[in-house]
Structure formats: structure tokens, C-alpha cells
């Protein structure tokens, strides 16, 4: 049985609270993925665990002409029609993540992003080879996913070890479930799905992180939370 990592109910509206200013997604993970991603201007870009739209809202914001998104929770798919209100350039669609994207194109995207949601998933082979499917020859790939080192840092025991884990949202008493990997894995995949890296880079929060939490923007001086790629589809 496939497990069920979407944030519903009570989790998803913290979730989606938290990622708006919180220092982790909105001063470490979104400058270094739009830092990566350069000028969007102009492109029609998926967005795969688009949460509650913060990212679909900016890329929209930096000239994007179309977004779609695809969540796996319904609260958050709230959250994310919401933020993007009535924009027609705007689909969502609630869609499982361990499934084929069958409703999107063969080389329909000229962009695609997967941020903080690679490592929730056990079929991240089938998601991999599914965003290489759609992208157009020569389309982008921004990935973002929990670095290993991070983890091991967290939850001790080996390096290697590749087991699911149980991660605490703060002091919140949430917690989330995902699935260590080491780097070797996380590229080995990445690479063996047909993509070629661009660029990778293990960003630390953004100055602005600290006037909201600034004892941890200070942690992300010390220990690398998340990496981050740029990958292309030959």
C-alpha cells in the first residue's frame, strides 16, 4: 500500500501558513530555486507538489505565461486557488505524485519544478522519468530536496542509511514522514532519468530570515538544510 504523505487537515493549514515568511521555504529554498531558475518570462511551467501556490504566484509574478499545478492534497490545493485567485493562466489539478501524470503532454513544459517534495515520495524513479516526459527537449528541471548531510545530522545512524524517517515541524507538534537518501542516489537518479546538471547548489537562507526566525537562519549558516539543482533534458 502506497503511503499517504499529503499534509491535510490541521498540517496542511500550517504548512501553508509557515511556508509564506518562514525562514526554511520562503528565505532558503524559493530565492535559491528563482536563482536557478533565471528569466521565466514567457515559459508554461508545471509545478508537481505545488503546495498552496507559492510558487505557481511568483512565477506568475516574474512573467511566466502559464502555470499548472499538481497537488496531492486537497487543503493545500485550497490554499493554492486561493493565493492564485482568478488567473486564467492558473490550472491545478489534485493528483497522487506516486502516479503517472497522464493528463499532461508529451514536451508541453519548458520548465518544471519539484520543490521540497522529491524525498516524500517511494516512486521518485516513475516521478523523474514522468517530468523528463514532459519537458520540452531542452526544458528545465528545478529540483529541490532535503540534504543528506542534514539529515544524517537529524537522525544519526549512518550516511547510507535510506530509511523513512520522522521529521518535527518546529515546535508546532506536527511532524512529516520522507525518505533519506544519499547524494549519490539523489543525483544517480536525476542522471539515469536522462538529465543532465546544469548547476547544484546548497543554499542558505537569505539575510531576510532573520528579522523573521533568527535563530534559525542561523542554523542554516551551520548546517546545509536543503540542495537544490538545475537540470536540462537533452
Not at 24 to 33: F, G, I
Not at 124 to 132: G, K, P, S, T, V
Not at 167 to 181: E, I
Amino acid at each position: 500500500m502506497r503511503l499517504n504523505t499529503a499534509y491535510e487537515g490541521a498540517l496542511g493549514d500550517y504548512f501553508a501558513e509557515s511556508a509564506t515568511d518562514g525562514p526554511y521555504n520562503a528565505h532558503t529554498d524559493r530565492p535559491a530555486m528563482f536563482a536557478l531558475a533565471g528569466d521565466v518570462t514567457g515559459l508554461r511551467a508545471l509545478d508537481v507538489g505545488c503546495g498552496a501556490g507559492h510558487y505557481i504566484a511568483e512565477l506568475r509574478a516574474r512573467g511566466a505565461a502559464e502555470v499548472v499545478g499538481v497537488e496531492g492534497s486537497a487543503t493545500l490545493l485550497r490554499h493554492a486557488r486561493e493565493r492564485v485567485g482568478s488567473d486564467a493562466a492558473v490550472t491545478l489539478h489534485q493528483h497522487d505524485l506516486e502516479e503517472p501524470l497522464a493528463f499532461l503532454s508529451d514536451d508541453s513544459f519548458d520548465l518544471a519544478v519539484a520543490a521540497l517534495v522529491h524525498h516524500h515520495l517511494e516512486d521518485r524513479e516513475q516521478l523523474l522519468a514522468e517530468l523528463h516526459r514532459v519537458l520540452r527537449p531542452g526544458g528545465t528541471l528545478l529540483l529541490s530536496t532535503v540534504h543528506p548531510t542534514a539529515d544524517w545530522v537529524w537522525h544519526g545512524g549512518s550516511y547510507f542509511d535510506e530509511d523513512r524517517v520522522e521529521t518535527r515541524f518546529g515546535t508546532s507538534g506536527f511532524t512529516n514522514s520522507h525518505r533519506r537518501m544519499t547524494m549519490q542516489t539523489f543525483l544517480g537518479e536525476l542522471l539515469d532519468a536522462g538529465f543532465a546538471l546544469e548547476r547544484l547548489v546548497e543554499p542558505r537562507a537569505a539575510e531576510s530570515a532573520r528579522r523573521v526566525d533568527e535563530a534559525r537562519y542561523l542554523k542554516t549558516l551551520q548546517t546545509p538544510f536543503f540542495v537544490a539543482v538545475r537540470m536540462r533534458k537533452d
